[in-house]
């Protein structure tokens, strides 16, 4: 009997794991604590004054150029006005490009200029020929091999608007692709409708790069309205423009990330982190794009700060002013090579990088045993209108490329209706910035991070195994 007994015993314990996962929890002091933050929140005004100062005393600061170096002095000078505990900066290189005039004219028995901005990668370089319009990139990319030997290729697609901003996937994509596309079809020159959802005379430039081998060629994007004419043009016969553009690289630069931290109460070396990015694009000041997200994240740090010692989170609280994200994710991308080995030492991580419209639905895709924590998140930031769904995509933009090798994320869902009216655009300005909707991001930024830092248990960082080569 006793051998029987030891046996069944035996059985028991290989069949229950001594190491399971216990779920990850989220305390009641944790839980008050974060609501009372994210009703302070509400009422803060440290966003607005953080987003006006930069977009005021710094303006447009274009990867590269001499107002990124103001940047990173402002965001340092900042970080340490707010009352982070920690502030330094680590380098970021990065190609840099360079626009210096851009111009477009109809030539021909229906003179009159067009609107245009140069796509940043563009090269260069004065063209004039016919243009030949595309009305989708499959038919540019179905042109034959020098079909169009001589003209100027362009595509005209027009960008949904969306609530959830997915249509941009679509309007960069022909910004992506479609130069390379052009240079294929022999173009000598590259014009699309810009990615954008406005109708103002305001041209959107963002990042393109031709496909290696071949010779790039000038590109630009259209206003939308410039974009409607220049197609109308099209249609009543053969239509010349001239395209002169002034911009293309010139050697390298290296920019900073800039690095705030409040730090937690009995795990340090544990981080939570949020962020946006410093630079934008030259066209506008950069107020939705993104300062508006470094306004957010500085401003829920510091209201996490503020906390006596005793009642901080455990864990620290990391905002990350990343540098050079328009151009490639320079910034996010130097952050996970930099601290790939301490991935499990990231509890989570969430950006702002969509504007400041009201943050609408909560999730993070997280292994199952800390599902229950996410639920409780959810929770406390549900009275500020924001739903827990599943379909919310997690990670922002420069912290896709630590989640890519491991770091957990989350997605904090914005509004993003009127955002790509401005994105990319000379009106990308303070004004169109609503600061009650800019609280409610910081009350939502604020308790997620408290909440996350807090909680008894993680969210899943492990550092990911390589992909398999693959098969010869």
Known sequence: M????????????????????????????????????????????????????????????????????????????????????????????????????ESAQVLGAHPQPLHVTALGGSPGGTVEAEVVRFATL???????PGSLAG???F???????????????????????????????????????SAGTDFHRNPHTGISRFQPGLTPIPMAALSLPDADQLARLAALGPTRVKLALDCGWNGEYTSQNVIGEITG????????????????????????????????SMAAG????????????????????????????????????AHKARITRHQIGAESDLGAGRIYAFNAKVPDYAKDAVAQIAQVLAPLGIAHREDTEGCGPDTSPFNAIGMACAGLA????????????????????????????????AAFAYLAADAQGDFGSALKAPPAPPKK
């Open 302 to 337: 510091h209201l996490i700060g503020r906390l006596p010692k005793a009642q901080r989170p455990a864990r620290t609280i990391r905002v990350i002013a990343f540098a050079n994200e328009e151009q490639g994710l320079f910034g996010g991308r130097a952050y996970a090579e």
């Open 2 to 101: 006793r051998a029987t007994a030891l046996a069944a015993a035996l059985a028991l314990l290989v069949s229950t794991p001594l190491l399971a996962r216990q779920p990850t929890r989220i305390g009641d002091a944790a839980i008050t604590q974060a609501t009372q933050l994210r009703d302070a929140a509400l009422a803060d005004k440290t966003a607005w004054h953080v987003t006006e100062s930069l977009t005021t005393e710094v303006g447009p600061r274009m990867a590269g150029s001499p107002a990124d170096a103001r940047a990173v002095e402002w965001a340092k000078a900042m970080f340490k006005a707010l009352g982070y505990d920690k502030v330094w900066t680590e380098p970021v290189t990065f190609p840099k490009w360079e626009r210096r005039s």
């Open 151 to 153: 003209k100027i290729a």
């Open 155 to 193: 595509v005209d697609v027009q960008m949904p608007r969306t609530p959830t901003g997915e249509g941009y996937g679509l309007g960069s994509h022909v910004r992506g692709a479609g130069p390379s596309a052009a240079v294929k079809a022999g173009a000598i020159g590259y014009l699309m409708r």
């Open 265 to 296: 109460r009995s795990k340090p070396d544990d981080v939570v982190v949020i962020g946006g990015h410093l630079d934008s694009w030259d066209l506008g000041t950069g107020a939705i794009d993104d300062g508006a997200g470094i306004g957010i």
């Open 138 to 144: 499959e038919a540019l990319e179905s042109a034959a």
């Open 414 to 445: 914005q509004d993003a209706s009127k955002y790509f009216d401005y994105h990319h655009t000379p009106d990308d300005t303070l004004d169109k910035i609503d600061p009650a909707e800019l609280a409610q991001n910081v009350a939502a930024y």
